[in-house]
T-cell receptor, first 115, second 116 residues
């Protein structure tokens, strides 16, 4: 158990809808990362937050947004969903934003299916 | 530009065979870390090991061993006496410096199947 909690585990929704994925980092970790895993793109970094502030942005679509709350949990909001957004979304956490020698610890992921 | 390559798409072995997974990381950075993750069929991403770019000494931990060859930027990960439970997708993920601090770039992964 990595200590990172993601909910829900599965999500099935229709095109055009909006969903929210939730992540609670490991106790003591201040930094949260979101990754998307799809068959055609592999594992892609989306966005990183540290102590409530956005730190780095990757290949995140404008339809997607995220935030980190004062209690350090994070939410990833996906709107105007398309079939191609179907993927496994992972959240990871680390103690600090500069964690070059520390592994990221991943949650079990949320599998999103857009029909 | 930085590039991580896992040239082996799929590997199939019989239980108890040794298997080596290759990863090449091309970068101008002289100091970086490389992580290996395992993704079993259940889907979670599990951290396995970490290596740095300034230590070429081979390391062994249980059935896992790994070595780094600086001349070829090659990180190889070996599982000794493979078991069926080792069947998974294995990813190498470098963690570079500069503006990349804080994020991992994953290779495409190697699917390992261990047959009984």
């Amino acid at each position: 158990d990595s200590g990172v909690t993601q909910t829900p585990k599965h999500l099935i929704t229709a095109t055009g809808q909006r969903v929210t994925l939730r992540c609670s980092p490991r106790s003591g970790d201040l930094s949260v990362y979101w990754y998307q895993q799809s068959l055609d793109q592999g594992l892609q970094f989306l966005i990183q937050y540290y102590n409530g502030e956005e730190r780095a942005k990757g290949n995140i679509l404008e339809r997607f947004s995220a935030q980190q709350f004062p209690d350090l949990h994070s939410e990833l909001n996906l709107s105007s969903l398309e079939l191609g957004d179907s993927a496994l979304y992972f959240c990871a956490s680390s103690p600090q934003p500069i964690a070059r020698d520390s592994p990221l610890h991943f949650g079990n992921g949320t599998r999103l299916t857009v029909t | 530009a930085q590039k991580v390559t896992q040239a082996q798409t799929e590997i199939s072995v019989v239980e108890k065979e040794d298997v080596t997974l290759d990863c090449v990381y091309e970068t101008r950075d002289t100091t970086y870390y490389l992580f290996w993750y395992k993704q079993p069929p259940s889907g979670e991403l599990v951290f396995l090991i970490r290596r740095n770019s300034f230590d070429e000494q081979n390391e062994i931990s249980g059935r896992y061993s790994w070595n780094f060859q600086k001349s070829t930027s090659s990180f190889n990960f070996t599982i000794t006496a493979s078991q069926v439970v080792d069947s998974a997708v294995y990813f190498c993920a470098p963690h570079a410096g500069g503006t990349s601090y804080g994020k991992l770039t994953f290779g495409q992964g190697t699917i390992l199947t261990v047959h009984p």
